[in-house]
Every structure is written in C-alpha cells, then in structure tokens.
C-alpha cells in the first residue's frame, strides 16, 4: 500500500513502496475517468439522506500522527469489502514509516482498496464504485455520493480526481501513462493494483451525511501547536482553519537521535504503536529499541516521564516530546520558564521581587525561587544556555550583568556574572538570536546619548566587543521586543516615541541589523503605563503584544505576522488589578 500527500498545485502525491506481481498488461480508463459496466453492483445509497449537501472536499493535508483508521475511513472500507466479496483494504500505517513526511494513512484519514485493473471482475468493481461516488444524483447535486462521504481525493489506475479541482476532471498521475512506467513493477505506484481515497475530516470522522444523515459543516482537523512538528489527535470537530507555526528544527549540535525526535515530536505513540518513531523514542528513555510499543516500553517510559516531572501517561502526548525535546535536542526556541507553552509574564516590584504570570489573569503569579539580590531590571532572553530550557538575565543596581540558569520547573542555578559596567544603559532588551547564529543576543541603549548596542551571546555568556546597530533612540520612552512580529522567522523591536504614542516597528534582518529600519505601526500609545512582548496570546503562530493600562488592565494587540494587528486588537484580557509602580516583560 502507498501513501499520498500534494501533487503540484495541490494535486496528491504519491510515492512507491513495495510492488505486487500482477499478470497481464496495462488497461487504461479513458481520459473523463472510470466507466462502470451496467451490471457491476454499487455500494448502497442510504435512506434518510438530508436535502443538502456537503460543499466539495478542501484540501486539508495530514499534519497528525494516530495510526488507527478513523470510524468513517474504517465504515468506508467494510462498506466497499461488503459491497465486493473478496477484496480487501487497509488504512492507517506507522508514522514515518516509510519516504513520505506526511500522509492521510498516517492520521487514518485514507483507504487502500484492493483491486487490480489486470483483472477484469476487480476493474469493473472499482470504476462502478468511482463512478458511484462521483455521479450526480436525481436532486441534481454533482459527485454527490463523494461529498456525503467527505471524498478528498481519488487515485486509480494512472490517474487522480480532487474534490477541490473537480473542474479538472481525472488527470494523469505522476506520469503513469507513459510507456516508462507501464511496466508491473509500477502497478503500486501508480495505483494499478488498488484504489487510494482520502477523506476530509467530517468523513473521515464517520460525521458526513451519508454516515450521519445531517450535512457536516468544512473541518480543519487537529492543529499543530508551538514547538512540535505533528499535532496532537482531536476527536471533536475543528471548525476553525489551523494557523500554521513556524517549522521547529533541532539546533545544529543535537545528535543524530535529538534530530530526529525533533522531526517525530508530537506524533501520538501508544500501546500497539510501531515504527521509527517509536524507535527513536525507546532510545531515548533507555529501552529495547524494536520499534514495537509494548507494555515493557510503556512501563518504561512511565517511569521516564515521572523523572522528568512529566505526568506518567504511558503515551507520548505534548508534554512528554516537549521533555524529550528538552533532554535531546534543544530546539531554538525554548520553552517558558515553567516549561510550558503560556505566554508568561515576569514582573519585580520593590515589595513582592520577582514573580512568574502564566497569563494576565494570573494577577498573583508566584514568586520565583533564586537569587534577586539588589536586581534592578530582569530580561527573559529565552534559552541562553542551550538547554531548551528558558533562562534569565538580571541586571543589578551597580550594574552588573548575571545570568541565572533556568531548570524548567520555575527555579534557577546560581547567578553567573556575565558583564559589568551596565549603569550606562537605560533601556536593556533580549529579541532572542538577533543575529542568526542559535544564541539569543542583548540590546542596551546607552543612557548619555541614545545610542543601540548589540552584545551577541555565547556559550559562556555574552561577547567581549559591542557592535552599535543604531542612533537617536532617546526619543524612546519604551523599548521592547514582541519576538517575530513581522513573520519572517527573524525577531524585531518595537518602541514608543515619547513625544507623540506613536509606535514605531524595527524589523530584525537576522543578521544582527534591520531589514525595515523603523517603520510606523500605531498611534496613541502615550495612555499606556508598560508595553511588552506576550508570546502567543491566541495560539495563531504569530507574536502579540500586552499593554498595560493606568486602570490596572491588560490590552491586547494580537500580531497579523506581517508586522501589523488583527481585528479584535486593542481588547481587555485576563483581570483588572495589576500593580502600577511594577516592571513586567514577557517571558519567552
């Protein structure tokens, strides 16, 4: 059996894996698609079907991993077996086993129908059953039995259909109707010897009408969060499209298992779960490596996620690749200083020191444990060490520089100087790896003249020489970082002129300068008392912005990813009561 995933512009694209032997030579359908005989029997049309209709399949590619056929996918393929004694069909298969990255069988969105056109009874029962779902029925609704399904697309005998390009028609697929290929040996990949189809979700979910006798609404499926490359599996209907997050990648000096965890993580791995994805996890918590999840490797990796403060579920949900990710590979972004996703916050006051938010409703937050001796400003740089863990960087009254080693869980290793002499700067900033080499990096703006510095991290701390990056910017009341504002992967400033409000967008190239030097992105700010970076606020993959009003109250001002605010911009969020004579950053 194959797997499918995008061909050119949005049509499937498949890839081999083993062939099977067939007999006699290459049948092909005309160019319209299958033809059934008249005598062929068709799946059953069910009763109590709705008036309305499902609207044509979208494209919605797989980007989750639970290797167990879904209900409507399972209900399709007894449906087809049971319609045509003697054939068979598969579903779901192993993530990552096999070339492609993605596939529908991997989140058991897709059917292998077994038929081979080299014979003629197994032919004739495939193209009457295309032609089924693909014919228009007596209310005049077109492909009317593949939209009640949740049909996405089709694949057979050298050619492909899309419900979301049905104006093309069957199409040839992968260059199968040329002599090169007409050989037994690409039967598999070209779908000689059996039928790929691909649901949507609704169908895929047993949701579609022709299952539930009321018209599904569009579904997205699950969502890929923040810091893992597969989403989570969801039983309950997405009705809302997935905004996609940036690509995570290992950093460069993460062994070749760290790697691959990285490009596993997020895949949903449980008892009866095989394949490479399971290897590498049992290597990771010190197991046999079979590849095959049994009950010994999920007692063992129980007691693997109690060691790591993880809840012992047995199954590799967030949490637990965000652990593995932590112990193994160091992805570029870290993780809060909790270890989690929230978009925290950090504040220090004279009465209450410094205190970890998970959120601006978390108005009493809880006090970080370490040492804030005589700290006057606090910058979250993200992961300065290299651990995937968050760290901190403090600056003291006298002006020297400490970084406190984040663990994870909230506490920190003991202060390491790493500069002195930081009384001349007014305004001390971390954008994260502004210069594009995996370390986060400090920008200071000096008191006495309103000039930027650059001071790239190292392993050790920071580097001994500063690099000016700009001038003037003491007509600068707030200088702060909101991350990647612009979506273009590299981190930017903002700042707030003190004359007008107005904010102005500094546009990080990743190389240690600007790629917009400053650029207008609103106007009257001057009400609020702070303004600061909030991670991902509404968990759309793009950066935010918290301000803090003179009432004690958050407003928010959710990024677009183009360097600009969505709608909705500009709203109260969590609760009133926040502390006015308090400093607060957002913790990455």
Known sequence: MTTSRRLRTLLPRRVASTAMLVLALVATVAATGPSASAATSVPPTPTGLPTGIEALSSYVGANSCDARAKPGTAALGALLVRTYPGTTYGSARACGSDSLATSEHYDGRAVDWIASVRNTTQKAQANAALGWMLATDRAGNTYAMARRLGVMYLIWNNRTWSAYRPADGWVEYQGCLSTAKAATSYDTACHRNHVHISLSWSGAMQRSSYWSKQVAPPEWGPCRSWALSWASPRSSANLTRCQVPPAVKAVPSASSLGKQLVSFSGMYLRSGSTGPAVQAVQSAIGTTASGSFTSTMQAALVAWQKRQGVTGSGV?????????????????????????????????????GVVLHDSPADVTGRSLAGSWASVADVVTPGDFTGDAVADVVTRTAGGDLYLLRGTGNATFGAP?????????????????DFTGDGRPDVLARRRSDGTLWLYRGTSSGLAATETRVATGWQVFDQVF????????????????????????????????????YSRQVGTGWQPFVTLTGAGDLNRDGFSDVLALTTSGTWTAYYGNGKGGWLSGSGTQVGRSGWPLDTAYVGAR
């Not at 590979?329 to 209450?352: E, H, M, N, R």
């Not at 390491?416 to 994260?432: Q, Y």
């Open 316 to 352: 590799t949900d967030a949490a637990t690749w965000r652990a593995l990710i932590r112990s193994y590979a160091a992805p570029p972004v870290a993780l809060g200083l909790d270890a989690t996703i929230d978009s925290d916050l950090v504040s220090l006051s004279a009465t209450q």
């Open 416 to 432: 390491t100087r790493i500069g002195s002499g930081w009384g001349i700067f007014d305004a001390v900033v971390s954008p994260g």
């Open 481 to 516: 970082s909101p991350g990647d504002l612009t979506g273009d992967g590299r981190p930017d400033l903002l700042a707030r002129r003190r004359s007008d409000g107005t904010l102005w967008l500094y546009a990080g190239n990743g190389k240690g300068g600007w790629s917009v």
